[in-house]
Structures are given as structure tokens and as C-alpha cells.
């Protein structure tokens, strides 16, 4: 049986390589897990490369989830994620990480588990190529203090500075990438108001001091325009919604902009006020309980991080009822329409942001040599309809690590290249 070949060539593509450039034709070359060349490829380099025929569609980096939940199930029971028996929980865990890689999504950053281990067993899964899925970051339980859970199932709770440390060393001998606190409430729950803020400055600064000393960063559920500035104030990695961010907040990201991420879960707001009905919970039941008014107040201030050049990216939420696993690229769609980013912002947010948020700039996030083979090429122009990147049929090839873990089945089976024709001297990058 013939051994397949460690080179793949995609040929005439339009390559939008996230370095802010405009997409221009030419060729990729993959050599096992790394891109090694991109533009105007040498014919010797690829003799003997499995061959992809391009035909002028899009060819880019994966995409980036700044705010996942493998084990949301998709469910408009809250309480049921605690309830769930692990097995079947984890049987789920294992379908949502290959939704996000069929989804075109690369790279994930883990938000919380409903269980201890969850998301540790499919990251350590999904790396030993047992089961597909993307690039993962392991996140644990949600730390909370008494009385400040969103859902006490799927919680872990601490109290004070010394409870706050037990509570991240617990999480770290877990084997997780980083810890998540859940600062604010949130209007669903009923009880738990968004612009509640139930950490106090000691318990945060002795959760992130324990989770750094130890190598670990901190994500924080942070609605409140407190919590925001608390999260800045010690060292916060990672701000999920930011929703009510006031004036002196702003200031504070953007003077630590070299550090710190926000990412909102947009959609999440948006499905929850106006696509929530058919779940019980109906558009005037959400802004009764003051979702219109959140999405408003965090619309403009996303915009104004947006023009402050703090780092906000897509991602966050998926996996409840009305924000269902699948459906990840609509966050892009509201950056555009919603937040005032282009195309290309909101791209580049998704793939070489997330290169960033991942750890992993230098090889995350952008077509270019040196970098991870992570690409999908995209039937369709992302700059001209960002949402053709929602349409899974549109994401005709989907390649992590240089493996293909999705083909085209209308395209003509993949032939080696002719090592003649490879070159179309074309005015674009080469790299020989």
C-alpha cells in the first residue's frame, strides 16, 4: 500500500494570509505539519506533493474560539449540565470538539467545564490524535464565591484569599491551562444581576497570584463595569463580556492593551434577547430583565475598544439552545454589523488575535511560512460576506497539522503535481 505523501500543494488559491494585505493568487506548499511556502512556489520543492487544485477560492488560517464550551449541551436547561451523567457528558464533550474543527474553527480557548476533568480528557485526547478536534486550552469549573454561582451545579466555590488559593491549586493539579472566576451574575438566572459584582479585590488577587505563580493564566465572567477594573488591576489574562465597562475601565484596558483580552461572547446577548422564545424565555421576559439595555451599553463599548486597539475577539457561549453548537462564525457576522469592524478586523481578530490568545504567535494564525498547517479554503469571499464562513458547505477543505480532516467530494481526486507547471509568475510573495 503506497505511503502517502507528507507535501500537500494547494495550486491557485487566493490567499489571504491574516498579515492585514490584501489576498492575492498563488500557491501554498504544506511538508508535514508546517506551511513552507506561499506565493510563487519553487516546482522543486513540490515534486511529489499531493496536489489541490485551488481554482481561485479562498485559502486561510483557522479560525479562532476565544470562549469555549465543549460541554454545553446545547440544552435550555441550565441545571442540566450539572446533572448529566459523565459519561454521556463526555460523549458529548467528544462531538462538540469535532463541531468546532468541521466549523472551520482550528483553535480554542477552554471557558469552563461543566465537570472537573471534561475538557482535560478531550484536550489530552484530541492531542494524542485519538479523537479530532481543534488546538485546545483545558479549562476546569467555574470558581465562585457563596452565593455568587450562575449555575451551583457546574460550580466550584471558594471563599477569601486562602479559600481562592486552594480553590486554583485544586484546579492546576487537574492538569488545566487556566483557571475561570465567575465575578458577575447574569439576568437568565433571574437572581443574579449582571452588574452585581460578588468577588472582592483580595479574593481575585490571591486567585491570580496563585494561578501565575504556577504557570496557569486566569480568564474571569465579568459583566460589571467593577469587575472589569478589577480584572485589570491584577492581571486578569482573559475578560469575558465586559459588558458594562464605564469610562475609567476603558482607560485601563487600552493603557494594558499589551496584555490583555477581551472577548465578549456577542452573540450570546443577541440570541438571548431575540431568539430565545421557542426555549421559554421569550424577547420581552429578556429585556424585562435588562438584556436590551446590557446589549446596547456593551455595543458601544466594544466599539470603543474596538477604536482603542484593545484586542477583542470572537468567540463565546455556544452550546445552549438558542446559541447552538455550529453556529461559532456568527460572532464574526455581528463584528461587522454590530461592532464596527471590517471584514478583514474581524478576520484577522479570529485568526492571527487568536494565534495570540493562543500562545502561539509565532505559528498560529497566519499563512506563512513557518506556521502550523491549520487552513481552510473557503468557497466564497470571506472580505466581501463574512458569512459565507457560517455555511459549512462553503468550507471545502478544513486541514489541521498538515492532515486533511475534510475533502471536497465534488472536486476531482487530487493528482501529483506536474513540477513544470507549478510556477505562474505571478506578482505575488515568493518563497523559493
Known amino acids: 500500500m503506497p505511503v502517502p505523501s507528507a507535501k500537500t500543494l494547494f495550486r491557485n488559491v487566493r490567499i489571504l494570509d491574516s498579515t492585514g494585505a490584501d489576498p492575492y493568487p498563488g500557491d501554498v506548499l504544506v511538508d508535514n505539519d508546517r506551511i513552507t511556502a506561499v506565493g510563487t512556489v519553487n516546482p522543486a520543492r513540490a515534486v511529489g506533493a499531493r496536489m489541490i487544485e485551488g481554482r481561485g477560492r479562498t485559502l486561510m488560517s483557522g479560525l479562532c474560539d476565544a470562549h469555549t464550551h465543549f460541554s454545553w449541551n446545547n440544552s435550555a436547561d441550565l441545571d442540566g449540565l450539572g446533572t448529566m451523567p459523565v459519561e454521556e457528558h463526555l460523549l458529548f464533550c467528544i462531538e462538540s470538539a469535532r463541531t468546532y474543527l468541521d466549523s472551520g474553527y482550528t483553535m480554542c480557548l477552554g471557558a469552563a467545564s461543566a465537570k472537573d476533568r471534561l475538557d482535560v480528557v478531550c484536550r489530552d485526547a484530541i492531542n494524542a490524535g485519538r ?20 449555575i451551583k451545579s457546574i460550580t466550584k466555590f471558594a471563599d477569601g484569599p486562602e479559600g481562592m488559593r486552594k480553590a486554583v491549586r485544586e484546579l492546576v493539579a487537574l492538569g488545566v491551562d487556566q483557571i475561570k472566576l465567575s465575578m458577575t451574575g447574569e439576568e437568565i438566572t433571574g437572581s443574579q444581576r449582571a452588574e452585581d459584582t460578588y468577588f472582592s479585590d483580595e479574593e481575585v488577587a490571591a486567585a491570580v497570584a496563585e494561578a501565575h505563580r504556577r504557570g496557569k ?3 474571569a465572567h465579568a459583566r460589571s463595569a467593577e469587575s472589569v477594573k478589577m480584572c485589570v488591576r491584577h492581571h486578569v489574562d482573559v475578560i469575558y463580556h465586559a459588558s458594562f465597562t464605564d469610562a475609567e475601565g476603558m482607560d485601563m484596558l487600552e493603557a494594558n492593551k499589551d496584555w490583555v483580552f477581551v472577548a465578549p461572547g456577542i452573540n450570546w446577548l443577541i ?3 431575540y431568539e430565545a422564545e421557542s426555549f421559554g424565555f421569550p424577547q420581552e421576559a429578556a429585556e424585562a430583565v435588562g438584556y436590551k439595555r446590557e446589549l446596547e451599553i456593551a455595543t458601544e463599548g466594544l466599539r470603543e475598544m474596538h477604536r482603542r486597539g484593545i484586542r477583542v475577539l470572537p468567540g463565546g457561549d455556544y452550546g445552549f439552545a438558542w446559541t447552538p453548537h455550529g453556529t461559532y462564525a456568527r460572532d464574526l457576522e455581528h463584528f461587522v454589523q ?8 474581524a478576520i484577522l481578530s479570529a485568526t492571527a488575535v487568536g494565534g495570540e490568545i493562543m500562545l502561539r504567535p509565532d505559528e498560529l494564525g497566519k499563512v506563512a511560512p513557518g506556521y502550523l498547517a491549520d487552513l481552510i479554503l473557503v468557497d ?12 459549512h458547505d462553503k468550507l471545502d477543505y478544513i ?8 475533502e471536497c ?14 510556477d505562474h509568475n505571478r506578482a505575488a510573495p515568493a518563497n523559493a
Open 131 to 150: 479523537i479530532p478536534g481543534p488546538r485546545y486550552l483545558a479549562n476546569g469549573p467555574e470558581i465562585a464565591v457563596t452565593g455568587g454561582a450562575l
Open 217 to 219: 493564566r486566569v480568564c
Open 271 to 273: 440570541a438571548t434577547l
Open 338 to 345: 454590530r461592532l464596527g469592524f471590517t471584514p478583514m478586523e
Open 380 to 391: 466564497g469571499d470571506p472580505l466581501a460576506d463574512i458569512t459565507v464562513l457560517q455555511d
Open 399 to 406: 486541514m489541521k497539522d498538515g492532515r486533511l480532516h475534510k
Open 409 to 422: 467530494a465534488d472536486d476531482p481526486a487530487p493528482l501529483p503535481p506536474n513540477p513544470g507547471s507549478i
